[in-house]
């Protein structure tokens, strides 16, 4: 897959600890924007759905491979421990998982993605494409839409 990985052993109490190792900016970013959650003790969710993936995805949306690579070994890795762990297979579905649904710059990201978290996190090849689609669509026929597009008309002429 292109994705390197490491050897060492990662656990659902230790990922934040591993994440912001490989990552120190990350770890700035989570002190920066939620210090005041002090030393709370599952935080695991919430650093993966705030810090991890928006990083991710700003990553995606600059083709940034030098971090994106390394994020995607990041959750390869994480994918290979949840075999022993269940709560990261649980962190990963959740919080991967389900952004994988709508990921923008999916066409980016699926190459780098390994195996192991592409089966963790029932990845389908196209389904972000394909909800954002229909999520526009959606948009566009609604009425709130179809006003906004008769304005837009409006204005131009």
Same mark, same amino acid.
């Given at each position: 897959?292109g994705?390197?990985?490491?050897?060492?052993p990662?656990?659902?109490?230790?990922?934040?600890?591993?994440? %912001?190792?490989?990552?120190?900016?990350l770890?700035?970013?989570?002190?920066?924007?939620?210090?005041?959650?002090?030393?709370?003790?599952?935080?695991?969710?919430?650093?993966?759905?705030?810090?991890l993936?928006?990083?991710?995805?700003?990553?995606?949306?600059?083709?940034?491979?030098?971090?994106?690579?390394?994020i995607?070994? %990041?959750?390869?890795?994480?994918?290979?421990?949840?075999?022993?762990?269940?709560?990261?297979e649980?962190? $990963?579905?959740?919080?991967?998982?389900?952004?994988?649904g709508?990921?923008?710059?999916?066409?980016?990201?699926?190459?780098? $993605?390994?195996?192991?978290t592409?089966?963790?996190?029932?990845?389908?090849?196209?389904?972000?494409?394909?909800r954002?689609?229909?999520?526009?669509?959606?948009?566009?026929?609604?009425?709130?839409g179809?006003?906004?597009? %008769?304005?837009?008309?409006?204005?131009?002429?």
């Amino acid at each position: 897959t292109g994705v390197q990985t490491c050897a060492l052993p990662i656990y659902y109490e230790t990922v934040v600890t591993d994440l %912001f190792k490989r990552f120190p900016g990350l770890q700035t970013v989570w002190k920066t924007r939620f210090d005041y959650m002090g030393d709370e003790s599952s935080i695991q969710y919430l650093v993966f759905g705030s810090v991890l993936m928006p990083a991710l995805e700003e990553a995606l949306s600059r083709g940034n491979l030098g971090l994106i690579l390394p994020i995607c070994a %990041f959750l390869e890795d994480v994918a290979d421990a949840s075999q022993q762990d269940s709560g990261l297979e649980c962190l $990963l579905r959740v919080e991967v998982g389900e952004w994988l649904g709508g990921a923008a710059n999916e066409s980016l990201l699926a190459p780098w $993605l390994g195996k192991e978290t592409k089966r963790i996190c029932g990845y389908v090849p196209g389904l972000a494409t394909q909800r954002r689609v229909l999520r526009e669509e959606q948009k566009r026929r609604s009425l709130g839409g179809r006003f906004s597009a %008769f304005l837009k008309w409006f204005r131009e002429k």
